[in-house]
């Protein structure tokens, strides 16, 4: 049971993070059209600074259906590719916008490419060619589109698998304590007998250390069972051995002592119940808190 409570609050808290992560990592803001505006109009001013330009303006960027946005010059200007690229990556970085973009140069006249590089950060993808060709003096528009995240990966895919995870996670857990509550209650009832900090069912076969559980096996359980209805006394071997396997036939030979050897396992969590060997006579299941 406790295993099951860490193992729940373990993936509450992984969930919780993911959750968190998707988002601030996801959230359809990092696309939001007035930050993509602003920071292509600082890209375009870095761009005249570096050939020396501080007169001509920065024409108004323009976003299309396709959310591909366009960035434009009063005059024209030549495009040194790595001031493009650093320029770009550090303004959209500032404005927290999406670190997966794809940039295109075209040209004013023929609108053909002239220059063009892709950013994706989520698969660790950088292509940048041709980064210290400078393009000519020209008139050119920069165009910036945002690369879609991969369906896998979205708030609307993750969320509900871990909201089903978790609903089910939950389940789990408010059925294993209302069967340990079930239990509690027959604690004072014949069938249940009291074992320091252990509670014993011998009709079930179980054992129940806080909340913990362990199924015995049938023989383990009449073992058990014997002796704890002789707490702190001796039972003699040729007693249990008779009781548990002569009356069904069963020639016992070891197999007394691997059920003594199991039950010591199991009760080994509570130092105050100790099941003693008595040498040459049998067994005896010492309970501290029963001792007169």
């Known amino acids: 049971m406790e295993i099951k409570r860490t193992f729940l609050f373990a993936f509450l808290a992984v969930l919780t993070g993911l959750l968190w992560f998707m988002a601030i990592k996801y959230s359809p803001n990092r696309t939001d059209p007035k930050m993509v505006k602003v920071a292509l109009r600082e890209v375009g001013h870095h761009i005249l600074l570096a050939n020396k330009d501080t007169t001509s303006r920065v024409l108004p960027v323009r976003a299309n259906p396709a959310q591909t946005f366009e960035l434009s010059f009063e005059r024209d200007v030549p495009i040194h590719p790595d001031t493009l690229v650093f320029h770009v990556k550090s303004s959209i970085a500032r404005a927290g916008l999406s670190e997966n973009y794809l940039v295109e140069v075209r040209d004013c006249d023929s609108e053909e490419v002239v220059y063009s590089y892709r950013i994706q950060e989520e698969k660790n993808q950088i292509v940048v060619p041709c980064g210290s060709r ?30 089903l995870v978790f609903l089910a996670l939950l389940i789990w857990e408010l059925v294993s304590t209302v069967r340990f509550r079930n239990l509690d209650v027959t604690a004072g009832e014949p069938n249940c007998l009291t074992l320091g900090k252990f509670r014993f069912y011998p009709e079930q076969h179980t054992l129940v250390y806080q909340e913990s559980q362990v199924n015995l096996s049938r023989k383990e359980g009449e073992v058990l069972a014997i002796l704890a209805d002789q707490v702190n006394q001796v039972v003699r071997r040729e007693e249990l051995s008779k009781r548990v396997w002569e009356d069904q036939g069963v020639v016992v030979g070891r197999s007394l002592d691997t059920y003594i ?10 130092q105050t119940i100790q099941l003693t060997n008595v040498h040459g006579v049998g067994y005896k299941l010492v309970d501290q808190n029963k001792a007169k």
């Open 261 to 270: 050897s199991k039950l010591r396992k199991h009760l080994k969590k509570d």
């Open 134 to 163: 400078v393009l000519p003096e020209s008139c050119y528009l920069i165009n910036l589109s945002f690369i879609p995240l991969p369906r896998l990966l979205s708030w609307v895919t993750i969320f509900p698998i871990a909201l």
